[in-house]
């Protein structure tokens, strides 16, 4: 895997002139150079259509005269910078004037990304179309002429189609081609088809290079998918769209596969097509250790100007970056990222449930709750992933179900074994109820379910004291569930309020004040497990409260115990990643606050200082040195018993502590 990596962005329209006339190859090259930038990955062919070398099986740029893409990859091997070659798949607006039949359909035969052919923008063609034969003929093409180290397909993904293809297919089957059931069971064959298909003709040409088919968000619990890729390239643009939030959970999840994973940020101010645009460097900085931090390399985005000539800006801001990273990468390499807790993610679970014959009552709030559950666990500094129905529970001491995790037999069993086997869980909402019998728990617990409260927003009574609050009445919102404690610990209770805000019965401004009465059990401890009975996540991602985030931390500090491998000063805002490398543990500590800029986009401008922060990691193994990399400044320390406790001087942006074993 390379970690110093650039997606450089080429989707030109037919009106633009002289297309790649400024292009040279010392100039390429210096550009590269001073991202120190390890990979590159270089158009074959854009959304408008068009390739950028002479072709048989596509066009030529009618503005370009000369093979661009083979004179970039001469040029990035020259200095030993591997190439990767984009394509577009999803879109080709060229043959989608041309073929407007080979387009996704909606079900009112309007077309995808741009609704109609009267709107500017791009428009998504159908792979079970004649236009698959086409984009293969391409692919194929390319792996032919160009020395290329990889296939980059963008645009692509499982999605419904109403087009006359489609139609078509779903009759000669006998099937009703507007029962949704139908046109998403052919969305997921015409996908599979098409990935084979693309992995066969690669094959034919050089067999092994790697593809990456890219659908702009990796669907967890779709391991199917994630394997029809030689590798993963998370696509995560914080100021476009994605936020700090989404990379570290996407990431969570994409290193338990076992693949090698990318996070893909951008050198722009907001997102893709922005020239012009640039972040702040510290922003980059943040975002390439967020990405190793996490066991991922980093691949920034940048757009080229039509005229082929690489920014001097773009590769000094980029530079700044990648100068850091290349520093750090001897600690990278074949490092495991080590995990306390397990999450499974709501959307792993909507995932696992689609096709089954059962309602599961998941709800919309799955990236809500998912995202919430993430940012406590990162605030709280656990050591953390986020897995599907595949994974392997016993590597965790601790297994979140966040809110709506309903259990099939199969998942019932799997969890119970898990508890029987001494592991731990944490439930929250609806969560261990049995799909599609909601009247009780499927799991051995010391509760019994009774129903969901009539009450919503309600209140939390802590029985201890939640730092930094004292004890007393905490507003929760979302639904909340009623049980009875036949076993378990009761350390808070749910109080209602005098009634739920109607026309008829309001009071103040907002909802009504509690009751001072205890409604019933809060929040139970048991042997090996804990129940919140509300949607503890989906409230922390929707509204922040911090009373959930002291809630959720309590009762993993309870469940873990003595087993939490790594405790910190760090401010919340700070991230603890912890990797093993051989003989050594790799302690990452970062620390930025991105800020509100214009309406709701988050940026990173300044980085403050951090100092004398301290740190107990949990190992049976001695420690011989512990050295503050890549400054190779060793710091004292002392081992008690199974802990190593030190102190990081400084932090800024990003260190690393390496503890030698």
């Given at each position: 895997?390379?970690?110093?990596?650039?997606?450089?962005?080429?989707?030109?329209?037919?009106?633009?002139?002289?297309?790649?006339?400024?292009?040279?190859?010392?100039?390429?090259?210096?550009?590269?150079?001073?991202?120190?930038?390890?990979?590159?990955?270089?158009?074959?062919?854009?959304?408008?259509?068009?390739?950028?070398?002479?072709?048989?099986?596509?066009?030529?740029?009618?503005?370009?005269?000369f093979d661009l893409l083979g004179a970039q990859i001469e040029a990035a091997h020259e200095i030993g910078v591997r190439t990767q070659v984009y394509l577009s798949a999803g879109l080709d607006e060229k043959m989608a004037r041309r073929h407007p039949e080979w387009l996704i359909r909606n079900r009112d035969e309007?077309?995808?990304?741009?609704?109609?052919?009267?709107?500017?923008?791009?428009?998504?063609?159908?792979?079970?179309?004649?236009?698959?034969?086409?984009?293969?003929?391409?692919?194929?093409?390319?792996?032919?002429?160009?020395?290329?180290?990889?296939?980059?397909?963008?645009?692509?993904?499982?999605?419904?189609?109403?087009?006359?293809?489609?139609?078509?297919?779903?009759?000669?089957?006998?099937?009703?081609?507007?029962?949704?059931?139908?046109?998403?069971?052919?969305?997921?064959?015409?996908?599979?088809?098409?990935?084979?298909?693309?992995?066969?003709?690669?094959?034919?040409?050089?067999?092994?290079?790697?593809?990456?088919?890219?659908?702009?968000?990796?669907?967890?619990?779709?391991?199917?998918?994630?394997?029809?890729?030689?590798?993963?390239?998370?696509?995560?643009?914080?100021?476009?769209?994605?936020?700090?939030?989404?990379?570290?959970?996407?990431?969570?999840?994409?290193?338990?596969?076992?693949?090698?994973?990318?996070?893909?940020?951008?050198?722009?101010?907001?997102?893709?097509?922005?020239?012009?645009?640039?972040?702040?460097?510290?922003?980059?900085?943040?975002?390439?250790?967020?990405?190793?931090?996490?066991?991922?390399?980093?691949?920034?985005?940048?757009?080229?100007?039509?005229?082929?000539?690489?920014?001097?800006?773009?590769?000094?801001?980029?530079?700044?970056?990648?100068?850091?990273?290349?520093?750090?990468?001897?600690?990278?390499?074949?490092?495991?990222?080590?995990?306390?807790?397990?999450?499974?993610?709501?959307?792993?679970?909507?995932?696992?449930y689609k096709g089954k014959n059962f309602e599961t009552g998941q709800t919309g709030s799955v990236g809500t709750a998912d995202a919430g559950c993430t940012r406590i666990l990162l605030e709280g500094k656990y050591l953390f992933d986020v897995i599907d129905a595949d994974a392997k529970l016993e590597r965790y001491?601790?297994?979140?179900?966040?809110?709506?995790?309903?259990?099939?037999?199969?998942?019932?069993?799997?969890?119970?074994?898990?508890?029987?086997?001494?592991?731990?869980?944490?439930?929250?909402?609806?969560?261990?109820?049995?799909?599609?019998?909601?009247?009780?728990?499927?799991?051995?617990?010391?509760?019994?379910?009774?129903?969901?409260?009539?009450?919503?927003?309600?209140?939390?009574?802590?029985?201890?004291?939640?730092?930094?609050?004292?004890?007393?009445?905490?507003l929760i919102n979302g639904r909340i569930q009623k049980i009875e404690n036949l076993s378990g610990r009761e350390i808070a209770h749910i109080e209602n309020p005098y009634f739920n805000r109607t026309v008829e019965h309001f009071s103040s401004h907002a909802h009504a004040p509690g009751d001072k009465k205890s409604?019933?059990?809060?929040?139970?401890?048991?042997?090996?497990?804990?129940?919140?009975?509300?949607?503890?996540?989906?409230?922390?991602?929707?509204?922040?409260?911090?009373?959930?985030?002291?809630?959720?931390?309590?009762?993993?500090?309870?469940?873990?115990?003595?087993?939490?491998?790594?405790?910190?000063?760090?401010?919340?805002?700070?991230?603890?990643?912890?990797?093993?490398?051989?003989?050594?543990?790799?302690?990452?500590?970062?620390?930025?606050?991105?800020?509100?800029?214009?309406?709701?986009?988050?940026?990173?401008?300044?980085?403050?200082?951090?100092?004398?922060?301290?740190?107990?990691?949990?190992?049976?193994?001695?420690?011989?040195?512990?050295?503050?990399?890549?400054?190779?400044?060793?710091?004292?320390?002392?081992?008690?018993?199974?802990?190593?406790?030190?102190?990081?001087?400084?932090?800024?942006?990003?260190?690393?502590?390496?503890?030698?074993?």
């Amino acid at each position: 895997m390379r970690y110093r990596q650039v997606h450089l962005d080429f989707h030109n329209s037919e009106k633009i002139p002289d297309i790649g006339m400024q292009f040279s190859k010392e100039d390429f090259k210096e550009a590269l150079k001073r991202g120190h930038v390890d990979s590159i990955t270089l158009f074959s062919k854009c959304h408008h259509g068009w390739a950028y070398h002479p072709s048989v099986a596509n066009e030529i740029h009618p503005n370009l005269n000369f093979d661009l893409l083979g004179a970039q990859i001469e040029a990035a091997h020259e200095i030993g910078v591997r190439t990767q070659v984009y394509l577009s798949a999803g879109l080709d607006e060229k043959m989608a004037r041309r073929h407007p039949e080979w387009l996704i359909r909606n079900r009112d035969e309007s077309t995808t990304w741009a609704r109609d052919f009267a709107s500017p923008g791009y428009h998504r063609m159908c792979f079970n179309s004649p236009y698959l034969d086409y984009l293969l003929d391409q692919i194929k093409e390319v792996c032919e002429k160009y020395d290329a180290d990889g296939i980059f397909l963008d645009i692509v993904g499982v999605v419904p189609c109403y087009c006359q293809n489609c139609i078509r297919t779903l009759i000669g089957e006998g099937k009703d081609p507007y029962e949704e059931v139908n046109i998403y069971d052919l969305a997921e064959r015409v996908y599979a088809s098409y990935v084979k298909r693309v992995r066969e003709c690669v094959d034919s040409v050089k067999p092994g290079l790697p593809v990456f088919h890219n659908s702009g968000h990796l669907r967890r619990g779709r391991r199917d998918l994630a394997f029809a890729n030689s590798h993963l390239e998370l696509e995560s643009l914080p100021t476009g769209g994605w936020g700090y939030d989404h990379f570290p959970l996407s990431a969570a999840y994409a290193r338990t596969l076992g693949m090698d994973v990318i996070g893909m940020t951008g050198k722009f101010h907001r997102s893709w097509g922005e020239f012009g645009g640039f972040k702040h460097p510290n922003a980059l900085r943040y975002e390439a250790a967020l990405a190793i931090a996490n066991g991922a390399g980093c691949c920034v985005g940048d757009q080229l100007h039509p005229d082929g000539r690489m920014d001097p800006a773009t590769y000094a801001l980029i530079g700044e970056a990648y100068e850091e990273l290349e520093k750090k990468e001897p600690w990278l390499k074949g490092a495991q990222v080590l995990a306390d807790v397990a999450v499974f993610s709501q959307e792993s679970a909507e995932n696992y449930y689609k096709g089954k014959n059962f309602e599961t009552g998941q709800t919309g709030s799955v990236g809500t709750a998912d995202a919430g559950c993430t940012r406590i666990l990162l605030e709280g500094k656990y050591l953390f992933d986020v897995i599907d129905a595949d994974a392997k529970l016993e590597r965790y001491e601790v297994v979140i179900l966040p809110d709506n995790i309903r259990l099939d037999e199969a998942l019932r069993e799997r969890f119970q074994m898990y508890l029987d086997q001494g592991g731990k869980l944490l439930l929250s909402g609806t969560s261990g109820l049995m799909a599609g019998k909601p009247d009780r728990f499927g799991l051995k617990l010391g509760i019994c379910y009774v129903g969901e409260s009539e009450f919503s927003p309600a209140y939390i009574v802590p029985h201890f004291s939640p730092k930094p609050f004292l004890p007393t009445s905490f507003l929760i919102n979302g639904r909340i569930q009623k049980i009875e404690n036949l076993s378990g610990r009761e350390i808070a209770h749910i109080e209602n309020p005098y009634f739920n805000r109607t026309v008829e019965h309001f009071s103040s401004h907002a909802h009504a004040p509690g009751d001072k009465k205890s409604a019933g059990p809060g929040i139970v401890l048991g042997e090996g497990w804990a129940y919140i009975p509300w949607d503890v996540f989906w409230d922390y991602g929707e509204n922040g409260s911090l009373i959930c985030k002291t809630l959720v931390c309590h009762v993993l500090d309870e469940l873990l115990g003595e087993e939490k491998t790594v405790e910190t000063s760090l401010p919340a805002q700070g991230i603890v990643t912890l990797t093993r490398q051989k003989e050594k543990l790799v302690l990452h500590l970062l620390y930025a606050s991105p800020v509100k800029r214009g309406k709701n986009v988050e940026v990173i401008e300044d980085i403050l200082p951090l100092y004398d922060i301290h740190v107990k990691i949990r190992t049976a193994e001695p420690a011989k040195k512990v050295i503050l990399e890549p400054q190779k400044e060793e710091i004292p320390f002392v081992q008690e018993k199974d802990r190593i406790c030190f102190t990081v001087p400084r932090l800024r942006n990003h260190q690393m502590a390496v503890i030698e074993l």
